[in-house]
């Protein structure tokens, strides 16, 4: 039987909003298709085997466990993920996790060092959070697709000048409520802040990741046994309703 072999990153510490929804939904499209869903989780102090990880998830937290985990990920999982990555796996991190992923964040005065996986930067400036629905074109190589969801951040994110963002805004705030960008892409790992749980509201997005992760060890991203998806359609529209509404 196909096997995707999935790994949680702080289940415990970095799960607000709902986002462990992310992982149910994932495990739910492959059991539907008959394909096997082996889950793992690597949580403080403990590393992890990179090639026996094939899609990797970090979800969001309060901003006294981030700054924990981002202690311990520095210790004890970058390189590991940056070995995944490097080779083929396929990485979803929301919100803090996404912030995680660049050089650094900035907590009130305190400047906490990332993973530096991506060339991006959190910065804290004036002005209230970024809330509110959100819809996002992407190109992830099969032509321009909304993805829509829900954003709560404080933070500013800017990218470096090597940095691909994920999509641009069609509306809502983004990255930084300013350069119209939202979230990040490098190879197969994918950061942003759409959340609320974001894959229920994009089945195709989650779709792409099994692919993704699933073409790691076969060579080439196999296609995908067709679902009846016409709650999550329905999802979809009404969560791209409310964002348009603003």
């Known amino acids: 039987m196909t096997e995707l072999r999935f790994l949680a990153l702080y289940p415990e510490q970095m799960n607000i909003y709902a ?7 994932l495990k739910q499209r492959c059991e539907w298709r008959g394909i096997g869903f082996r889950q793992a989780a690597a949580g403080p102090g403990e590393g992890f085997d990179p090639a026996e990880h094939d899609l990797i998830y970090i979800g969001g937290g309060q901003d006294r466990d981030q700054v924990l985990v981002a202690e311990d990920m520095l210790k004890t999982k970058r390189d590991p993920i940056n070995d995944a990555v490097e080779d083929g796996a396929a990485l979803l991190a929301v919100c803090g996790g996404y912030q995680l992923l660049g050089h650094s964040y900035q907590l009130g005065e305190q400047r906490i060092e990332g993973l530096g996986l991506a060339d991006l930067e959190t910065v804290r400036e004036p002005g209230p959070r970024l809330i509110g ?16 969801g829900f954003e709560n ?22 990255n930084n409520d300013g350069d119209g960008f939202e979230g990040v892409r490098r190879l197969n790992m994918f950061g942003t802040y759409l959340h609320g749980p974001l894959l229920p509201k994009n089945a195709w997005l989650a779709d792409h990741l099994i692919a993704l992760a699933l073409a790691r060890r076969g060579g080439a991203a196999p296609e995908l046994e067709p679902l009846d998806d016409e709650f999550e359609r329905e999802a979809h529209a009404s969560a791209l309703a409310a964002a348009e509404r603003g």
């Not at 951040?153 to 509306?171: F, K, N, Q």
């Open 133 to 148: 629905n959100v819809a996002i074109e992407a190109d992830l190589g099969e032509g321009p697709t909304v993805i829509a």
């Open 153 to 174: 951040h404080g933070g500013r994110t800017y990218l470096g000048s090597t940095a691909e963002p994920l999509g641009r805004v069609i509306s809502g705030h983004g």
């Open 19 to 25: 986002d462990r929804g992310n992982y149910i939904f």
